[in-house]
């Protein structure tokens, strides 16, 4: 394909002369209807098609004059007025100053956004570009201060020769750019024509037939270099389709300003307060006289004007040095005060040279020489101020003259990517360095490149540029840090979480793009047209797979619920594949032209939704049959440009509207289409170019407009700017990635952004207490971010006993529309004993679920733990046992081990048990009494514990055969006993509970009086029993341990 292309532009070249000729298509007046224009386009087109049969191939391959026609017609079709006429272009500007004015930042008690790029901010490998570049200025005091004007992301600054970039025009309503002056005395002040001045206009239409590609808001300013801007007294309220195309400052006195603009001359005096119009005809370019600034020169489509009074008043200086309808740029030089260059064309394109300041013109050797130029799109030219022979002009690529224009050398490829003669197609703008004649640079379709040797190398200085203006994205499920996505001008590009890589390398504008949900290696993309390639090694080769062609941007989707099955919108009909694109069945839908958008529901692959521009159609059988829903939408002066279906509910779906009809944005139909609601609310009237539905939100749906994004739900009334961190910029597409929870958003100028996403009005549940008790009353409080309906109910809920709301309980309600408050609560009598209770207070209007109280609550009749004995006798005992918060009491059962329980109860956690067994094992445990009435309630008893009574009573104790001394006792004490017979002897110490705490000795010994020495330090203070074993005979005596 590229070579073709080679060989179509060295035709084109050769046959230059047959274009000398070629006129424009009969002009029309008084901003003339959209349809008539394409109308007249296409008639005129296939004229010249007739003389030249290869001129519409040029679009197979590059920018052709078709491909840049329908750019900039698909873009108006969604943007003409109710009588299809071209908008007024300060309609985005008048419309956010209505709407911030109507609208101030409130704490509606939802989440703001948070955009931030998604991505790098480098230049895709493999031949990418970022995007395109209208306007190259460098800062008078300092040429590594760089400035660049856009196509669709505003300003940048560089304050180091292209290292690094900043945005500087985000804040504005208008991100199209045409030209930059900046005060050569205070460079802190700058001037910038908005909108798109030469992006896609035709010349050879002129008066306000056909103007360029975006928005504008006239002339603005900035005093404080560039932060904040300001409107001029060029700003626009008219409806005169007003594009300004090129500014210049008068340096004696930088209060005077011109403007070039479709309808004339403007000067300002006064640094852009007021404006004179000073000469009424189409002018495209502007200059000033190196030697004398008093003399300015401007150009319009055929004739040079002269001012020698510093733009005050104009004369015709040279007429018909072009051709009506042409396109003619002027340059000076400080090199040489007498030489001025004029390049002029259209199709074909001219070069003149005068050496007396415009005295007189020779018609020298045209750059188209050595590049191709459309001139009504990429005209452009410098001359170095140092060296008045040296030129660089650029079209398609750039050609240089270092003799003045007597010859050309190319001097850039934009087919070899890698190498050091790349520079990207469709040049627009130069900048000289002032000083150095080497330095020159150039801004086009794919960014701003730099050259160091008068363009015999150069080098990508877009790195840190996010201009891209992107017309679809597609996003990985698998892996929320791939996105691939279609440019304009610049193919389709893969980010794959480290770097973008241009995937699609046709040189094509890249359109709609899918990634299989599981499977990042199956992508899709596509072309102008519909050209739809598939890949399943993740872009290492493609293939083929469209079933036909489309429009501009051609609609096809993947159904939710089954990867192999997609949709594709054609002319009038939908085709459909079932094994990924291998093969295709149409299912003629009647849409009566090209598809617009498709939606498949997620919860019902029967239903389909398809939509051109003034027609929806729905399909419940997957295709095979289409029903018309398009009912009582307000199609005809406005259109459809995109369709989303709650994932829960296939019969729920939402369209969003193009066009400037007032109030009718978005609709919405909760039965299939058969009726429709409009919910536009009070967005403000610019046409709403995409929208995305929430899965599992309160029917939450986002909206991309062309400044900016909205969304709604049911808990707000209207609408809510989601704009936070995101410029005012066009978007084209909205993606949700439910793996990441953020939306991302494909903006029409600054690249690919993503955000969190919204977060609805909350309640929040505040509970005092971390136990409670069955039966038992709570005061539960709740705090929300809003107000409510009258009819709202708040309800408090109780978890299950391990914390899940699957089946909670009411244990309170309340009446209220406040945003905080008490409800009075019942723990259930019924409640199991857990320890990881939650409770939540929930809404009914609006219906929101709540937060739980965020820590585990324990609730019921727990069983007492802690069991001890003290007081131990040989008859008598104390039990004790931890206080247990919900007990109103406790009962206590005992017996010797083997026997019958016996019963007691205790109001507190320890109860005297006596008339006991001496010397007798018995066990006891313990309940604890919660509730009496309603019903009863008790824990259960405890495990069993155990203790001895006493063979006598301690303090009764004196053996013959065993004492202690000193008794009490500390750290040590001797034990002095005796064995009567020798045999296994142990002594142990036990407490009074007659555990065994401590074995002294254990061994074989002869008879005889002995003493040993004991280490007290492990024992607690306290009474103890030392216990002497010596054969079968058994003594006691007390110790007590201080």
């Known amino acids: 394909m590229k070579t073709f292309y080679t060989l179509l532009i060295a035709c084109l ?69 109710a009588e299809g006429r071209l908008p007024d272009p300060a309609t985005a500007a008048r419309e956010w100053h209505k709407y911030t004015l109507a609208h101030p930042p409130i704490n509606n008690g939802t989440r703001s956004a948070g955009w931030e790029p998604f991505g790098t901010d480098e230049v895709p490998s493999d031949g990418g570009g970022v995007g395109r570049i209208n306007v190259v200025q460098l800062d008078p005091s300092n040429p590594d201060i760089i400035f660049i004007g856009t196509a669709g992301g505003g300003v940048w600054k560089s304050p180091d020769a292209g290292a690094t970039w900043l945005p500087l025009t985000d804040g504005i309503p208008v991100t199209s750019i045409a030209d930059i002056a900046i005060d050569p005395i205070n460079t802190n002040i700058i001037y910038i024509a908005t909108g798109d001045g030469y992006g896609y206009e035709a010349t050879w239409q002129t008066d306000n037939d056909f103007w360029g590609g975006l928005y504008s808001a006239g002339v603005m300013k900035s005093t404080d270099g560039g932060f904040t801007w300001e409107p001029t007294g060029l700003s626009y309220l008219q409806e005169e389709m007003e594009i300004v195309q090129r500014l210049i400052i008068y340096p004696d006195d930088p209060d005077i300003l011109l403007a070039a603009t479709r309808n004339g001359l403007f000067r ?26 008093d003399i300015m020169y401007a150009v319009g489509d055929q004739d040079v004007y002269k001012s020698t009074d510093a733009g005050a008043t104009w004369s015709l200086f040279e007429n018909n040095i072009g051709s009506a309808g042409d396109r003619m740029s002027i340059e000076t030089t400080d090199a040489d005060p007498d030489l001025i260059y004029l390049l002029t064309g259209n199709w074909s394109t001219y070069f003149y040279k005068s050496v007396d300041g415009g005295d007189n013109w020779t018609s020298v050797t045209s750059p188209s020489s050595k590049t191709y130029f459309y001139g009504y799109y990429d005209n452009a030219f410098a001359v170095s101020d140092v060296n008045g022979n040296l030129i660089f002009a650029g079209g398609l690529e750039i050609a240089s003259t270092t003799n003045g224009a007597s010859s050309w050398t190319k001097k ?76 304009q001008d610049n193919g389709t590009n893969l980010f794959d979480g480290t770097s973008w890589e241009e995937v699609d390398l046709s040189t094509w504008d890249g359109m709609e793009a899918i990634i299989h949900p599981t499977n990042p290696d199956t992508m899709y993309l596509s072309h102008q047209y519909g050209d739809i ?32 099955i997609l949709y594709y919108g054609a002319l009038g009909s939908v085709y459909k594949t079932t094994n990924a ?225 699957s089946s909670p309980v009411v244990i309170g309600t309340l009446a209220g529309t406040a945003a905080t408050g008490v409800i009075t609560c019942i723990i259930p009598v019924d409640a199991v004993e857990g320890s990881l209770y939650r409770i939540r207070v929930n809404s009914s209007d609006y219906a929101l679920t709540g937060n739980d109280n ?32 919900c007990a109103e009491s406790y009962d206590i059962r005992y017996r010797e081990v083997g026997g019958t329980w016996l019963g007691l109860t205790s109001s507190t956690n320890s109860k005297v048990v006596s008339g006991l ?94 003493t040993i020495e004991m280490d007290c330090k492990s024992l607690s203070a306290g009474m103890y029993v030392l216990k002497l074993i010596s054969g079968n005979t058994e003594y006691k005596t007390n110790l007590v341990i201080e």
């Open 13 to 81: 070249l050769i046959q230059t002369n047959a274009f000398s000729q070629v006129k424009p298509w009969p002009v029309m007046r008084n901003s003339p209807k959209l349809e008539d224009i394409k109308t007249h386009f296409d008639s005129w087109l296939e004229s010249q098609e007739e003389k030249e049969p290869l001129l519409d191939q040029t679009e197979n391959e590059m920018d052709g004059m078709r491909t840049k026609f329908m750019r900039w017609y698909y873009l108006m079709q969604t943007r003409v007025d």
């Open 268 to 293: 300002t005096s006064d640094g852009g307060t007021t404006w004179n119009l000073v000469e009424n005809t189409h002018f495209h370019d502007l200059a000033i006289n190196s030697g004398d600034a």
């Open 412 to 487: 850039s490829n934009w087919d070899s990517p890698g190498s050091s003669s790349y520079v990207h197609a469709d040049n627009h703008a130069f900048a000289c360095h002032p000083t150095d004649e080497n330095i020159i640079y150039s801004g086009n379709d794919g960014g701003l490149f730099i050259s160091f040797d008068k363009g015999g190398n150069w080098t990508d200085l877009s790195n840190g540029l996010r201009i891209a203006q992107v017309y679809r994205i597609g996003l990985c499920a698998a892996d929320p840090t791939r996105v691939i996505s279609g440019w």
């Open 533 to 564: 390639y598939r890949t399943y090694n993740g872009g290492s080769s493609w293939t083929y797979v469209a079933p036909t062609y489309g429009g501009w941007v051609t609609p096809y989707v993947m159904d939710p619920n089954n990867s192999s």
């Open 581 to 805: 694109g291998n093969s295709w069945s149409a299912k003629p839908a009647a849409l009566g032209n090209y598809a617009f958008a498709l939606a498949v529901a997620p919860s019902n692959s029967d239903y389909v939704y398809a939509a051109s521009l003034n027609v929806l159609k729905i399909s419940t059988n997957a295709g095979d049959a289409w029903s018309d829903i398009t009912s009582t939408l307000p199609v005809g002066t406005i259109g459809i440009n995109y369709i989303a279906v709650n994932n829960l509910d296939e019969e729920k779906v939402y369209v969003a509207l193009s066009g400037y009809a007032d109030g009718e944005k978005v609709y919405y139909s909760e039965d299939a289409g058969t009726s429709w609601t409009n919910i536009s609310g009070t967005l403000p009237n610019v046409p709403v170019n995409t929208i995305v539905y929430e899965n599992n939100s309160p029917n939450r749906v986002y909206i991309g407009t062309d400044f900016g994004v909205f969304y709604k739900d049911d808990f707000i009334s209207d609408w809510v700017l989601f704009q936070t961190g995101l410029p005012n910029v066009m978007i084209h597409e909205l993606e949700i990635n439910y793996t990441s929870n953020k939306i991302v958003a494909a903006t029409y100028g600054r690249g690919i952004w993503q955000s969190d996403l919204a977060e609805g009005p909350v309640i929040n549940t505040i509970v005092p207490a971390t136990q409670y008790c069955n039966y038992e009353s709570v005061d539960v409080s709740y705090t929300s971010t809003i107000t409510f309906n009258p009819s709202n109910i708040f309800t408090a809920e109780l978890s299950d006993a391990s914390g899940s709301f």
């Open 854 to 885: 965020a820590f585990n609550i324990s609730i019921g009749c727990k069983t007492p733990t802690g069991l001890t004995v003290s007081e131990l006798a040989d008859v008598s005992v104390t039990l004790n046992w931890n206080e247990m918060y």
């Open 917 to 1010: 067994t001496i010397n007798t094992e018995y066990e006891w445990s313990v309940q604890s009494v919660c509730l009496t009435s309603p019903i009863e309630i008790t824990s259960g008893y405890s495990a069993d514990e155990t203790f001895n009574t006493l063979q006598t009573s301690v303090d009764n104790i004196d053996s013959e055969l065993i004492s202690v001394f000193p008794n009490p006792a500390k750290d040590k004490t001797v034990i002095h006993y005796s064995v009567l017979t020798p045999g296994d002897c142990s002594i142990t110490v036990f407490d009074i509970s007659g555990k065994e705490v401590l074995l002294v000795y254990s061994g074989w010994l002869s008879a005889g009086d002995r």
